[in-house]
Structure formats: C-alpha cells, structure tokens
C-alpha cells in the first residue's frame, strides 16, 4: 500500500525564525512516530501561501503566524500590510475549508489574536517562543489523524479479524455456507471473502446500529458532518431515493404545501406521494436544440415564493444530471424569508465542497437539507448516501422516526463502512483528485472537439433562453457531446463504443452523448476514448437525420392530492381506441400513477392530474419510439398501453384542491 504524504505549510514573514521553525518541526517529524508522512515546509508572503495551498494538494493544515498582518514585502524595514492573519484565514478557509488551520501567536497578547480570529474556524494556537516542536507536531499529527480516521471501517475490520463464530444472521454465516458448495462457491470466489466476513448484523453490537447509532456509526456520522459542513449528517444505505423521501415526511404533514423542480428525480414525485404533500410544481427551462431540461427559472421560483409564502419546504436538483448548477444563495435568502426550508437534492454534488471550482455547496449557499450520493460521485458502493441537515429547527426525533420507517432492520454494513471511507478520502486527497479530474475533462473536452466531428456543448450551448441570465453555472466533469454530425443515431453510436471500443457512457438524448468523469478517471480511459472518437470521426460518414422527441406537454390541472389519487384502487383504461386514434373517453380524466418517460425522466403525469388530448398524443409517440424510450406507469392489458385512471365515483369521494 502507498504511504501517504501530507504537508504542512508554515507561513511566516520572517525568514530567520521561519527556518528555525521548519528545522525544529522536520526533526520532531523525524523522531516521533509519523504514521501519515508529515513534513513541513514554508513561505514568507501570504500571496506565496494562497499559491501553494493552490498548487499543492499534499497540503493538510497550515500554521500562520499572527504577526502576518505586517508582513516585510520586499526590502528590510519595509513593513507593508499585505493582508491580516485574519483575513488570510478566511481566504484558506474559502479555499479549502477541509485544511486544519493554527495560528502561530508571537506577541503577548495572545487576547487579542484569539479575539479577532474568534469567529473562525480555527483549529488551536501555539506560542511560537516556546519552541516546543515536539508538542506541537504531536498536536499536528493527533489533529490530522482524528481526521483521517474511520471509526466505523477500522471496528467492521477488527471485527472480521477476531474471527468469532457466527451464530447469528445473515443466513450464509461469514460465507461458510457458500464456500465448499459445488453450486455456489463460484459466487463466492468471485465476489471475495471478506464482503461475506464483513456481512454482518445488529446482532453484533459493537458495530452498533444504523437506526439509533451511539458507538461508531454515531462517530463516523459526526466526523462526516464536520468535512461536509453541516451541523448533522446521516448515512442513507437505500440512495438517495430513500433519503428524499424520509426528509420530505420529516417535513411536511399530508395536504401541506411544497415546491418542486417539475424535473426533480421520481423519488422526490414518490416522496410526494408518500408524505401526503400539496406539490406547487414548477416548471423547468427546456434546451429544445438538444433534449436538455435545464434549472427552474430564477423569476418563476421566486414568484412561486411569493405567491406560496405557507410553503413548507421548496426542494431543487443542484447540480442536475446534466451538470446545471443553480445560483442558491439568493433562491435560499427569498424562500427563507417566507420560513421555507430549502431541501437541494445534490445527488450529482457530493464532492463539490472539496474543490473550490465547484463551490459554494447547498449548505454553504444556506440550505437546510442536503442529500448527496456518495456512491455517484465519489468512492462509495452504490446505494451509499449521506443526508445532511443544517437547519436549526431540525426535529431530530420525527426525522430518526421516518428515517426507521424507510431504513432496512438488515442494513449492508460495507457500504457504511464505504461511506466512511469515502468521507475520509475526499478530505484527505479529495482537493487534490479533484484538481486532476478537471484537469483531465478539460484535456477530454479539447480532444473531442479535435475530432471535427463531435463538439462539447459549453454552457452556452447547453442554457436554455429562459436562464441565461440566472447565472447559472455548469460542473465540467459532466461532459454533453454533440453527436449530430457524426453519421450514426445515438443508439448505434453508443452500441458501437460499447461493443467495439468497451466504452459505456453515462447517458443520452437524440442528439447527445453524457460522459461523467469522477475522481476514478484515469488517464488511459481517457486516451482510449479519445482513440475511439477519432477512429468514428475518421471514417467519415454523412451525418443522419435524429430522430426527435416530441416537446413535454405543459403542466395541466392538479385536480386531487397526489396521494389521494395514488391510493384509489381506479380502473384501467386504454390510451389509444379501436381505430389506433387517441380514446377519447381519457380526457378531462385524473390519473392515478405518477407516468414518466425515461429518457428525458420527467413526469408527464402525476397522481391527480388531469389528462388531456395533448398529454396522451405525448404519451403514445413515446410509446411509438419505444425503442431508446421507456414509460414507466404505463400498464399493459395484453398488447395494449392502458393508464390507471381514477373512476367518476371515486373522484366523487375525494376533496378537490383550491384552483
Ligand atoms: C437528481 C437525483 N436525485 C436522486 C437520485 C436517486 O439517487 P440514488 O440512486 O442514490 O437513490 C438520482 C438518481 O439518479 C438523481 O438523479
């Protein structure tokens, strides 16, 4: 395994004193235990430090001298204010919020330092004229690895070492079960034995417990909540889709109201169901040119705002699939004004408070909640998320509440593990793999367009008309690319990287391609993909007509409660009539399932909306293009496509919503 190597830069404006002060600290470094690989090093100027903070993604802490305020620039005796140790703290802070920060206090009035930084996220002091380096590398060194540690990963792993006979769930027994089977051992073989050995349950209580954590899940969990920056966070093992979910029931009584992205994931549009919530949805910018649905306009959210001040909650996808990124403080400042709790799915974001270029994160922006797929993103298993909450009316009991309704009594005990793991990761190198997988999508972005053939949409391209102006910003480790010109229809071409180049993209529209590139991207992917482009660009074929897809219909009247409707049992009845033509008997009907086609993944149809000619004519060129486009919610009565609708008696039993 590879040593690590941190770095802890020394910013000192003095040179004499700074060189004693590395020498003093390399020696303690030397001499005491340094399980991480820590060295110091150190600049004069704070511009030079900002720089190697930049530049140096081994760097873990920093100590500033608190003299810094007049620091000599340039010539003896010129003792110039270049920036205040405060005022550098901030901006390291800003930076790169995961770097532990000391302050080196010179002067006697020690007061007066901490006074000033008292706001700060400082993580301790020295007195530089102690000259204890020993003391204050083992400060240093304890800090850092509070930091990297795993609680819950390193007690699964001692667990599995001390080798106790399972007498207890899950049923394979560590694998014993599976190991000598002629039938089974493959399974077993192939997948590995320590995820068998690692498969434990609640029945081994110092791995404590998922639903009422207080050992080293409730560990993992508060170290989580200090690198993400919130003041609670929770391992989710059901996704994000879960995570969703048990906010939207922590928040919201049935009938009460939220705002939502009409584009929000469907577990948001379930959780709506489930919660017995009044959605107000909003719609979403549209890029015909491309198939892209873009951010909910900023005018139209804060309209919704005003007009929906008895909102609960208002819940936005930052950043989307396709990599938008909304401007949030101002969105969080309007709906808190009202009282709103403002809900950001960032299932796409999780690494975004690790690197500067994709900051600020929700909770930075100000928002309450936040729910994140660790697994998409960064080093988790799937299904591994982390939901984090910082608002201060959190009520933690109705929140564990909903948390046990949707969490598994039997919860996965790698991915736990994996979510600590992931955590610990992203603080120590996350800086670093970031730095390098934008480095790496702005070499994947000139290479494509190098082909001639296939183009990166910019934001430019990408943006809607409607949010052009809201400064909307774009993560560029998602990469859309226009296939139009490239003479095959997007299925063929993602057929043929798959079968003959081994490339699997992330997904596609009629016209595009979407790469994700996360901190796993390496380099000889990203030559491998670069190589299977430009052999398609070489072999020159005349660019084909795309098929496109019809344009969503508007958004038509929410008629009952999503829920309400849901729970009707309803009657089925068939989209098209006996000549094939739209069946007339659907219109002015309410749907009883959320209808969504995959892709673009939008619903077209929630429990309680009102159906009309234009919605169904949508729903069967859908179907007509059945090939590349899935409609989930549709029910089939033989060969025929049939919606659950609700019946003329049932809609007379149901309160109708306030128009
Ligand atoms: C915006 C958004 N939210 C939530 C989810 C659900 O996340 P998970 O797969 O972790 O359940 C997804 C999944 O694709 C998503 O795109």
Request: with cysteine.
């Amino acid at each position: 395994m590879k040593r690590p190597v941190s770095r802890i830069l020394v910013i000192n404006d003095e040179k004499l004193i700074l060189k004693e002060l590395i020498k003093g600290l390399n020696a303690a470094a030397k001499s005491l235990e340094n399980p991480l690989g820590i060295t110091f090093s150190g600049v004069t100027t704070a511009r030079e430090a900002l720089q190697a903070i930049q530049d140096d993604g081994d760097i873990q802490s920093v100590l500033v001298d608190d003299t810094l305020y007049t620091l000599k620039n340039g010539e003896k005796g010129s003792r110039i204010l270049q920036m205040t140790a405060l005022k550098l703290v901030q901006e390291i802070t800003r930076f790169r919020p995961e770097l532990d920060i000391y302050i080196l206090i010179a002067q006697e009035k020690e007061d007066e330092v901490v006074d000033a930084l008292f706001s700060e996220t400082v993580d301790g002091y020295f007195y530089r004229e102690e000259r204890d380096y020993r003391g204050m590398y083992r400060i240093l060194n304890a800090q850092l690895q509070e930091k990297a540690r795993t609680p819950f990963y390193d007690q699964l792993k001692n667990y599995v070492l001390m080798a106790k006979d399972a007498w207890h769930t899950p049923g394979h027994s560590s694998g014993d079960s599976l190991r000598d089977s002629p039938w089974a051992s493959d399974f077993y073989q192939f997948i590995g034995e320590h995820i068998f050995r690692a498969d434990l349950s609640v029945s081994v209580p110092m791995l404590d417990s998922l639903m009422e954590p207080s050992g080293v899940i409730a560990e993992a969990q508060k170290i989580a909540a200090k690198a993400f920056g919130a003041r609670r966070t929770f391992f989710a093992t059901n996704g994000t889709s879960t995570a969703n979910k048990v906010i939207f029931q922590t928040l919201l009584a049935p009938g009460e109201k939220l705002l939502l992205d009409r584009n929000c994931h469907k577990s948001v549009h379930h959780g709506v169901v489930l919660s017995g919530a009044h959605p107000i949805y909003l719609d979403s910018s549209v890029n015909k040119k491309f198939g892209v649905y873009g951010p909910v306009p900023k005018q139209t959210l804060f309209r919704a705002i005003e007009e929906h001040p008895d909102a609960q909650a208002l819940i936005l996808t930052s950043c989307t699939y396709d990599g938008f990124r909304y401007d949030l403080p101002p969105i969080v400042e309007a709906a808190h004004a009202k009282g709103i709790k403002v809900i950001i799915d960032e299932a796409w974001y999780g690494f975004a408070r690790f690197h500067p270029a994709f900051r600020p994160t929700a909770l930075e922006a100000g928002a309450d909640y936040a729910t994140q797929s660790t697994h998409k993103v960064l080093s988790a298993f799937s299904q591994s998320s982390m939901i984090h909450i910082n608002d201060p009316e959190f009520n933690e009991h109705l929140f564990r509440e909903n948390f046990n309704m949707h969490t598994s009594t039997s919860p996965q005990y790698s991915m736990i593990a994996s979510l600590d793991v992931a955590r610990k990761q992203v603080v120590m190198e996350g800086y670093k793999l970031l730095s390098r997988t934008l480095e790496l999508a702005k070499e994947v972005r000139e290479q494509i367009n190098s082909t001639g053939v296939f183009r990166v949409l910019e934001l430019t391209d990408l943006l809607p008309d409607e949010v052009k102006n809201d400064n909307i910003q774009l993560d560029s480790t998602k990469v859309t690319v226009d296939i139009s010109h490239c003479g095959f229809t997007v299925e063929d071409l993602v057929r043929e990287l798959f079968e003959r180049y081994n490339i699997q993209v992330e997904k596609s529209t009629f016209n595009t391609l979407t790469l994700l590139l996360t901190i796993g991207t390496t380099r000889s992917k990203v030559s491998r993909l670069y190589d299977a482009l430009m052999r398609i660009a070489r072999e020159g074929r005349a660019p084909r007509r795309l098929y496109q897809i019809p344009e969503l219909p508007g958004f038509t009247e929410l008629k009952y409660l999503p829920r309400d409707a849901f729970y009707c049992g309803g009657e089925i009845v068939p989209l098209l009539d006996e000549q094939e033509r739209v069946n007339d008997s659907l219109k002015g009907k309410v749907c009883a399932d959320q209808i969504t086609p995959y892709p673009p993944g939008i619903p077209v149809l929630v429990p309680g909306q009102t159906i009309t000619s234009g919605v169904v004519q949508y729903l069967i060129s859908m179907l007509r293009s059945q090939k590349r486009v899935e409609v989930h919610g549709i029910v089939y009565d033989g060969y025929l496509p049939c919606l659950r609708l609700l019946s003329d008696a049932e809609e007379k039993s149901l309160k109708k919503l306030a128009k």
